[in-house]
Each structure stands twice: as structure tokens, then as C-alpha cells.
């Protein structure tokens, strides 16, 4: 909690192997999306785009923690279900986010004028609160916690997208 690994970390990783993340349903973001089977083969292409993007946007930022992250996250998950651009209050979030809109807003915009706005706004909103919910499993409660932004740069390493 007080020292500054690298995800890389050999002492770090092998921590991961016995923390204790949050699991219950009371706390997952975003009930009312239905997130089902159908919708991840859908998107299945789409998610690991967006995952992959999303890692890039932490990418400047190489101390970014779970709480950053998340922060990120639903603002943009904001943004889809109020139809306008909302910014994270904080200035590390903001940065995320605004990075990811950049890498993620030809695809977005090619991806309404394919799907007609709303379905495309709402496949989003879909792909949005699936990363939400993962970034929330992920969450031990401490708040410098870095166990999602790890996990993303080992899933998506660098170059990747």
C-alpha cells in the first residue's frame, strides 16, 4: 500500500495472488444494464478494443490508480447515458478519459453511422458498464490500489492497440 511497484513487480504479483477483492452484487455498478451472453459474443471485438484503448489512455500516466481508473470509467459511462461529454472531477481521470475519447472517437463515430446513433450509443453504454464491472471486481478497498490498471497492462501490453 505504500510502496510504488511497477505492475512488473515479482512481490507485487505474487500479493495479487491473495488479495481479497470485493465481490457482491449490492455494489456492481450499473444494474439496470443487461450485460448477457448475447451481448458479449456481440462485442466481444469491441470490448477488447475498447480495453485495449483504455490501457493506452493510462498509459502517460504510470502511477494511475484503480480509483483513477474508475473515476474514468463513469464519467464515460455518464457521458453515453446523458448524451453529452462529461468530465471526471479529477484531473488525473479527466485525462484518462479524455485520451480515450481521442483514441476511441473515429471508431465511435463510424460505429453510429453504421448502427443509426441510439444503438450504437447504447452498444457503448453496454461495452462501458462491462468495464466498470470488471474494474469493480478488481477492487480491494485500498484506496492506492492499482490490481485493474495492472491487470489491463498485462492483458494489453503496450503497442498492442
Known amino acids: 500500500m505504500t510502496i510504488n511497484c511497477p505492475h512488473s513487480c515479482a512481490y507485487l504479483q505474487e500479493s495479487r495472488l491473495h488479495e481479497k477483492f470485493r465481490h457482491d452484487d449490492a455494489g456492481m455498478p450499473h444494474t439496470d444494464v443487461n450485460i448477457n451472453q448475447e451481448f458479449m459474443k456481440k462485442s466481444e471485438m469491441v470490448l477488447m478494443l475498447s480495453a485495449a484503448f483504455f490501457n493506452r489512455a493510462l498509459q502517460p500516466v504510470p502511477n494511475a490508480t484503480d480509483r483513477d481508473a474508475r473515476e474514468a470509467i463513469e464519467a464515460l459511462v455518464a457521458s453515453f447515458r446523458e448524451g453529452k461529454e462529461i468530465a471526471p472531477e479529477g484531473e488525473i481521470a479527466a485525462g484518462i478519459a479524455g485520451r480515450f475519447r481521442e483514441k476511441m472517437g473515429e471508431f465511435i463515430k463510424e460505429l453510429k453511422e453504421r448502427e443509426e446513433g441510439p444503438f450504437a450509443d447504447r452498444f457503448m453504454l453496454g461495452v462501458l458498464v462491462f468495464m466498470a464491472r ?28
Open 134 to 161: 470488471v474494474a469493480y471486481g478488481y477492487d480491494n478497498g485500498k484506496p492506492l490500489s492499482r490490481a485493474y490498471v495492472h491487470y489491463l497492462r498485462s492483458t494489453f501490453p503496450e503497442g498492442a492497440a
